[in-house]
């Protein structure tokens, strides 16, 4: 009797044991719980742009994943100016009144910086992670972060040691092991409060992490390797030019082994590898910024990474995601796409998308200080595929591009307030007033990236791209897409005349 008792307790213990095993497990893999907010950062002084709402501020989310962090926070930076410097000469906030940078929203960048440092002095296990930054602090804010403190590592990645050009250009937090933020936002006070920046933040979504975390943990690697031992030198067959790349590289004939875990294995190449079945996870992700009824369904979600050296498993590349969403919109509907620079091919837009799908591509590109003049010419030969199409009563034309540049009002007006003693009449800090982000949403499918539409970047510049068929995603990001087509700041791109362009073609 007594042994029945006892052998019943176990059984029952066990069963217990086990089912709280099977509960941890599921939660811990399957994300039951993801959420995810589109963030938004907007520049001062936009009056006439309407908010979509239910979109988080870019500060706050930062902000907040510093602040949440209690075990772990990995932080992915081309560069760090969270904390402004109008008294340094060499700053483009040299000159602007302690008044003014309070206006501009400088203060969002050092109470990031503060939740970073207040982080660090809780003994959080912080990775920093950056290219080697820009003038004047270079490394200045994460070495400051490291200095004194065990807890807190970072690194400079030079990527043109590895790929012969390119930067680390990803910008990504995550916390936790669960919480993330992939977007266009900088470490940079301005990219909170004075450049228009578009990115994702996904709450207590594991499994993403750990995806995400194992392309950080790649790139942390490749700092600590010696890269002359690790490269070769290819010739490049699609672009026609010698390319320094990774000695497992694709483009190589015989590669050699990675030193890296979980390499993607693919074929000899001219170009870009295109997966045929990319990596898709299905899982509902819940969105409580956006109440619609098309929430809570499980969809298909996908990461995606340049340079293909450094994808792994069977994710796609940035490249494939990108041209991947262009090409899903169905027929006759919209494609939306805004970048901030827009060079080389756009042969995917106009021949697969526009006459095969007799789709609507709309297209935002910036126009700032810092313009790529050369982009002016492609967008318009791209305009005129629509005048060479009507040229042919055999073409049917019902599909068509538009293309729109984005102007931040003061963005020719940017730079120090005073250089070289004399005021210089600039209303704005320097690198402020652009439109910077990097995205693009058909009717059924969104991709919220880290690269510009310069295509030979995703061969050697770091990136990483969240996208989704969840259609609450999808409608808010064409929310915000909408909200700066139709706002004044965007000014249509005027095509070529007819003759010209024939000259020009
Ligand atoms: C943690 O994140 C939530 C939103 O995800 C935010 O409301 C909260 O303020 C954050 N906590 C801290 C200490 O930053
Ligand atoms: C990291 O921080 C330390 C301590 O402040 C600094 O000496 C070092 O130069 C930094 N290294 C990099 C690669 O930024
Ligand atoms: C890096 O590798 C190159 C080529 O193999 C070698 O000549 C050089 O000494 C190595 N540098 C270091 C610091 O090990
Ligand atoms: C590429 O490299 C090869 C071998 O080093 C060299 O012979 C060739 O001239 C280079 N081509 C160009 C276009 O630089
Ligand atoms: C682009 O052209 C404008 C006007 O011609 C000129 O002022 C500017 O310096 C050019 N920008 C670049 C980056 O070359
Ligand atoms: C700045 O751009 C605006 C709008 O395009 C234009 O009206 C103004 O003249 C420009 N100002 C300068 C200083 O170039
Ligand atoms: C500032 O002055 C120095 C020395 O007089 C001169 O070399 C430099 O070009 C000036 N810079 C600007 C931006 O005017």
């Excluded at 213990?13 to 099977?22: G, H, N, P």
């Excluded at 040691?161 to 250009?169: E, K, T």
């Excluded at 228009?196 to 750990?210: D, F, S, T």
Aim: glycine share 6%; proline share 6%.
């Amino acid at each position: 009797m007594r042994i029945g008792i006892v052998s019943v307790f176990l059984i029952l213990l066990t069963i217990f044991l086990s089912l709280q095993a099977l509960a941890k497990s599921s939660s811990s893999s399957s994300d039951f719980q993801c959420k995810a907010w589109l963030v938004q950062s907007i520049p001062t002084d936009m009056p006439h742009l309407p908010l979509v709402p239910g979109v988080l501020s870019t500060g706050d989310v930062l902000k907040w994943m510093a602040g949440n962090a209690s075990v772990s926070l990995d932080v992915m930076a081309q560069y760090w100016q969270l904390v402004s410097h109008p008294e340094d000469s060499r700053s483009g906030d040299y000159g602007y009144s302690q008044q003014q940078m309070h206006k501009f929203g400088a203060d969002q960048g050092f109470d990031v910086y503060k939740a970073l440092e207040s982080a660090a002095d809780r003994n959080v296990g912080i990775r920093l992670l950056s290219h080697s930054g820009v003038y004047p602090d270079y490394t200045e804010e994460p070495s400051n972060l490291a200095s004194g403190r065990p807890n807190v590592r970072n690194v400079t990645l030079l990527l043109s040691d590895w790929w012969g050009s390119g930067i680390v250009h990803a910008k990504v937090w995550i916390s936790d092991v669960q919480d993330i933020y992939i977007g266009s936002a900088n470490n940079d006070w301005k990219s909170l409060t004075q450049v228009k920046e578009v990115g994702i933040y996904l709450v207590g979504c594991p499994r993403v992490a750990e995806m995400v975390g194992v392309y950080f943990n790649n790139l942390w690697k490749l700092a600590s390797l010696n890269a002359s031992a690790h490269t070769r030198t290819v010739w490049d067959r699609q672009w026609q030019i010698n390319r320094t790349v990774p000695c497992w590289s694709h483009f190589l004939d015989v590669n050699l082994r990675s030193p890296l875990p979980d390499y993607v294995e693919v074929p000899h190449v001219a170009g870009y590898p295109v997966l045929v079945d990319p990596y898709m996870f299905v899982m509902p992700i819940h969105t409580p910024g956006y109440n619609e009824v098309l929430v809570s369904q499980p969809h298909y979600n996908y990461l995606s990474f340049a340079p293909p050296e450094l994808s792994f498993g069977k994710n796609q590349a940035d490249e494939q995601a990108w041209v991947d969403t262009i090409k899903s919109v169905t027929a006759g509907q919209t494609v939306r796409i805004n970048t901030m620079d827009w060079l080389g091919q756009s042969q995917y837009i106009s021949q697969t998308v526009v006459y095969s799908k007799q789709a609507t591509v709309k297209v935002l590109v910036a126009r700032w200080a810092h313009f790529i003049n050369s982009t002016d010419p492609y967008l318009k030969s791209l305009l005129y595929s629509n005048v060479l199409c009507s040229s042919s009563k055999y073409n049917k034309c019902s599909g068509k591009i538009e293309i729109k540049y984005y102007e931040v009002p003061g963005y020719n007006l940017t730079g120090p307030a005073v250089s070289n003693g004399t005021k210089t009449g600039n209303s704005y800090p320097g690198y402020t007033r652009v439109n910077h982000g990097k995205y693009a949403v058909s009717d059924v499918r969104a991709h919220i990236g880290t690269s510009n539409l310069i295509w030979d970047y995703f061969y050697t510049t770091a990136g990483v791209s969240f996208g989704t068929y969840n259609p609450a995603i999808v409608s808010q990001l064409q929310k915000i897409f909408d909200a700066d087509w139709n706002s004044p700041y965007a000014v249509p791109v005027v095509p070529l005349e007819d003759g010209l362009a024939n000259s020009s073609w």
